[in-house]
């Protein structure tokens, strides 16, 4: 077998390929009678040998004059991430050469209704692989093969951008007058095209992303027993925060300000995609359990739901390859109630016991200076230490005296003393000055 293999090699290196192909089938049929022969970890082996010779095969196919080989190397390149060596250079440049071929009689292309000329090749070449690339991705049997051609299709599409780029810088002065749609260029029609395309693109890579994690949530207790960091909520807000970056940027894409139907599409899947956020943030509050909040993001969620079904009418196409909002509704119903139950129980623990003296004494210092307690607000601004407005206390009155005697003295006449003095005249007067008196 391995004769066989070198000899195939050799053949292949020298382009013979009806020797390189019988040689090769040959070190295949061995590898699979040995693979036959031995037990299942054994045959792994020889298994694997058979992988890698198959390519080489079709390859070998291909260039003796079956034109189906070609599609069976793409795919076997497109599921397997590609080969190694000599095959790899070899088939990269055949992909390359076959694209170039048919992208020499492709004129143009249709989207959302508009016709627009693409000129450019790698522009070309790229739009040819994309049904492709979109048909290994719908096969792709593992989360890593599809992450793997989700970030070839990006990689590039952003090549086939900067192009268009350049191009816009080269012909800013001469844009096309087009009266039926407005000011926007074929040229800059395309680019929005490309731009729809990277971006469509990039959704699609993280909302398959968050699949995978809300499947690896539902293994979470799985994960904490093997030691490892399971996924948590934050992980999937923050892949819905890129997806609705990504649909604003959508949004003011140049020729489709118009589009209608467009915008909808857009407001319906930014919508959707507010509701998953909303629910995977409520999750997170539940973890901490703060019920309130996650109570409010709940019914949140729910209004967003509520208005996705209400604007779907015509739309029922794009909402077909949106997450199914229906389910949504459903597993918030069942977490609200969960959560009720949840916060019931969390209510009705024993609350720790506080020692009297930490209990909160509402009167002033001043009233309790005889009892010790631990109470921080005396240090405070607001230290209550003493009752102020004070409250009234009851004092004695002071006196009011009334001269109530004089209403029942009767005093003593004077009429006669006061007649003498009237008599005296002169005499009286120094009699009364040296002290004689009668």
Same mark, same amino acid.
């Given at each position: 077998?391995?004769?066989?293999?070198?000899?195939?090699?050799?053949?292949?290196?020298?382009?013979?390929?009806?020797?390189?192909?019988?040689?090769?089938? #040959?070190?295949?049929?061995?590898?699979?009678?040995?693979?036959?022969?031995?037990?299942?970890?054994?045959?792994? *082996?020889?298994?694997?040998?058979?992988?890698?010779? %198959?390519?080489?095969?079709?390859? $070998?196919?291909?260039?003796?004059?079956?034109?189906?080989?070609?599609?069976?190397?793409?795919?076997?390149?497109?599921?397997? +991430?590609?080969?190694? +060596?000599? *095959?790899?250079?070899? *088939?990269?440049?055949?992909?390359?050469?076959?694209?170039?071929?048919?992208?020499?009689?492709?004129?143009?292309?249709?989207?959302?209704?508009?016709?627009?000329?693409?000129?450019?090749?790698?522009?070309?070449?790229?739009?040819?692989?994309?049904?492709?690339?979109?048909?290994?991705?719908?096969?792709?049997?593992?989360?890593?093969?599809?992450?793997?051609?989700?970030?070839?299709?990006?990689?590039?599409?952003?090549?086939?951008?900067?192009?268009?780029?350049?191009?816009?810088?080269?012909?800013?002065?001469?844009?096309?007058?087009?009266?039926?749609?407005?000011?926007?260029?074929?040229?800059?029609?395309?680019?929005?095209?490309?731009?729809?395309?990277?971006?469509?693109?990039?959704?699609? =890579?993280?909302? %398959?992303? /968050?699949?995978?994690?809300?499947?690896?949530?539902?293994?979470?207790?799985?994960?904490?027993?093997?030691?490892? =960091? +399971?996924?948590?909520?934050?992980?999937?807000?923050?892949?819905?925060?890129?997806?609705?970056?990504?649909?604003?940027?959508?949004?003011?894409?140049?020729?489709?300000?118009?589009?209608?139907?467009?915008?909808?599409?857009?407001?319906?899947?930014?919508?959707?995609?507010?509701?998953?956020? $909303?629910?995977?943030? /409520?999750? %997170?509050?539940?973890?901490?359990? #703060?019920?309130?909040?996650?109570?409010?993001?709940?019914?949140?969620?729910?209004?967003?739901?509520?208005?996705?079904?209400?604007?779907?009418?015509?739309?029922?196409?794009?909402?077909?390859?949106?997450?199914?909002?229906?389910?949504?509704?459903?597993?918030?119903?069942?977490?609200?109630?969960?959560?009720?139950?949840?916060?019931?129980?969390?209510?009705?623990? #024993?609350?720790?016991?506080?020692?009297?003296?930490?209990?909160?004494?509402?009167?002033?210092?001043?009233?309790?200076?005889?009892?010790?307690? *631990?109470?921080?607000?005396?240090?405070?601004?607001?230290?209550?230490?003493?009752?102020?407005?004070?409250?009234?206390?009851?004092?004695?009155?002071?006196?009011?005296? @009334?001269?109530? /005697?004089?209403?029942?003295?009767? @005093?003593?006449?004077?009429?006669?003393?006061?007649?003498?003095?009237?008599?005296? +005249?002169?005499?009286?007067?120094?009699?009364?000055?040296?002290?004689?008196?009668?």
């Amino acid at each position: 077998a391995y004769t066989a293999y070198l000899s195939g090699m050799l053949h292949f290196e020298q382009q013979h390929w009806e020797d390189a192909m019988k040689a090769f089938n #040959k070190c295949k049929t061995i590898y699979e009678k040995l693979a036959s022969a031995f037990t299942e970890e054994q045959a792994v *082996l020889y298994n694997q040998r058979v992988d890698e010779i %198959s390519p080489n095969i079709r390859y $070998c196919a291909y260039n003796i004059g079956d034109k189906t080989a070609m599609d069976e190397l793409m795919q076997m390149r497109l599921r397997t +991430g590609g080969t190694e +060596g000599l *095959l790899a250079e070899k *088939l990269e440049a055949l992909i390359t050469q076959t694209r170039a071929k048919q992208a020499a009689t492709m004129s143009e292309v249709e989207w959302r209704g508009r016709a627009v000329p693409v000129k450019i090749d790698k522009v070309r070449i790229f739009l040819l692989g994309l049904a492709d690339n979109e048909a290994a991705i719908a096969q792709a049997e593992d989360e890593e093969t599809k992450e793997r051609l989700f970030e070839t299709v990006l990689s590039e599409c952003r090549d086939a951008i900067q192009c268009v780029r350049e191009e816009l810088k080269t012909e800013q002065r001469q844009r096309d007058a087009d009266t039926e749609f407005g000011k926007v260029s074929n040229l800059q029609y395309l680019h929005s095209y490309l731009s729809y395309i990277k971006l469509s693109t990039a959704i699609r =890579r993280n909302e %398959s992303m /968050a699949s995978g994690l809300q499947k690896a949530l539902l293994q979470q207790p799985q994960a904490e027993e093997d030691g490892k =960091r +399971g996924p948590r909520p934050q992980d999937l807000i923050r892949l819905y925060d890129i997806i609705l970056q990504n649909l604003a940027e959508l949004n003011p894409l140049p020729g489709l300000e118009d589009d209608r139907n467009f915008q909808r599409e857009i407001t319906l899947k930014t919508l959707v995609y507010k509701a998953y956020r $909303c629910f995977f943030i /409520a999750q %997170s509050y539940v973890l901490v359990k #703060k019920w309130s909040e996650a109570l409010v993001l709940y019914d949140r969620v729910l209004k967003y739901a509520k208005e996705v079904q209400a604007q779907t009418g015509a739309a029922k196409n794009t909402l077909k390859e949106l997450p199914d909002v229906k389910e949504l509704i459903l597993q918030v119903n069942a977490e609200k109630y969960s959560l009720h139950a949840a916060a019931i129980l969390d209510s009705s623990d #024993k609350p720790e016991e506080v020692s009297p003296s930490q209990v909160k004494n509402n009167k002033p210092l001043s009233d309790r200076l005889d009892v010790f307690s *631990l109470d921080p607000s005396v240090v405070g601004k607001h230290a209550s230490l003493v009752q102020f407005p004070p409250n009234f206390h009851p004092i004695p009155c002071k006196p009011l005296f @009334f001269d109530l /005697a004089l209403n029942h003295v009767t @005093f003593p006449s004077l009429e006669d003393k006061l007649e003498q003095k009237a008599k005296s +005249g002169l005499t009286g007067y120094f009699k009364g000055f040296f002290g004689f008196r009668s």
